[in-house]
């Protein structure tokens, strides 16, 4: 009888942490964002983030406690040789969480270490060419998300788009984007939305301007989208992603409906910003 009384008790116990767990998590991300944000952290926020400066206040306020989270909850790991630092991981975590702002965020709920390398690193990598052989070769990567638990970065790259703000291309946005889409547990650029009715717009849309990025870069002409993006359907997600927040005045201008569609999920509009 004892044994019983214990077990239930045991049991009852693991059923009620698992039922307070997300209640307790929100707690103590709601004190988090109210947790005051050092000064020197601003400064490299303001040296680093080109659009910080012109986010409205309550962007901003919004900004460090989305960082205060996601600096609790994320591990950085330096490698390389590369030494952690507080300016590399304000950097990093500032521009993910910019792709949070205005909803509520899970705060990439799958990503658990973010990989650090000084610069661009090798990967080995091995593709079948028949069902006996494979190839084996090394790639250069700048960055990359896998969408279980982890992204790698290079903070020269980093740093490379922190100062070249407007031309497209960022690798932040690029493999936070990959997050996004991969919550759903696929990468097929289609990221979670708010409504089921949200998800027949976004593949018309999607599916139209990814075929026209795919036709345009096949004949050659210049596009506003990196052509990058006429890989798949989940880089043609992150290279938007980049384009959106980065290019936003000449994305309106070509692609409108799909700057809508992004504007719309993003619940941002960075026009507001320049």
Not at 128 to 134: E, T
């Amino acid at each position: 009888m004892l044994n019983a009384i214990i077990t239930f008790l045991i049991v009852a116990i693991v059923v009620t942490l698992i039922w307070l767990r997300p209640i307790l998590r929100e707690i103590r991300r709601d004190r988090l964002k109210n947790k005051s944000f050092p000064l020197h952290w601003r400064a490299i926020i303001e040296q680093n983030i080109p659009c910080y400066q012109t986010l409205p206040r309550s962007l901003q306020k919004q900004l460090h406690g989305h960082i205060n989270v996601f600096l609790a909850e994320k591990q950085f790991l330096g490698c390389g040789g590369l030494q952690i630092t507080d300016e590399i991981k304000l950097t990093i975590a500032a521009q993910a969480c910019l792709l949070l702002l205005n909803q509520k965020g899970n705060y990439y709920p799958k990503l658990k270490s973010i990989l650090v390398y000084p610069s661009a690193y090798i990967v080995k990598t091995t593709t079948p060419i028949s069902d006996y052989l494979v190839e084996e070769k090394q790639e250069i990567r700048l960055g990359e998300s896998w969408y279980r638990d982890r992204i790698v970065l290079s903070w020269e790259q980093i740093k490379y788009d922190t100062k070249n703000w407007q031309d497209g291309h960022n690798v932040i946005f690029h493999e936070f984007a990959h997050q996004l889409d991969g919550e759903d547990g696929s990468l097929n650029g289609v990221p979670l939305l708010d409504r089921q009715s949200d998800y027949i717009t976004w593949a018309r849309v999607f599916e139209r301007e990814y075929k026209q990025l795919c036709s345009d870069v096949e004949l050659g002409l210049k596009t506003v989208i990196d052509e990058y993006g006429a890989t798949n359907p989940a880089e043609f997600f992150a290279v938007a992603t980049e384009t959106f927040f980065e290019k936003p005045k000449q994305m309106k201008r070509k692609h409108p409906g799909l700057y809508t569609e992004l504007k719309h999920y993003y619940k941002l509009d960075p026009l507001e910003w320049i």
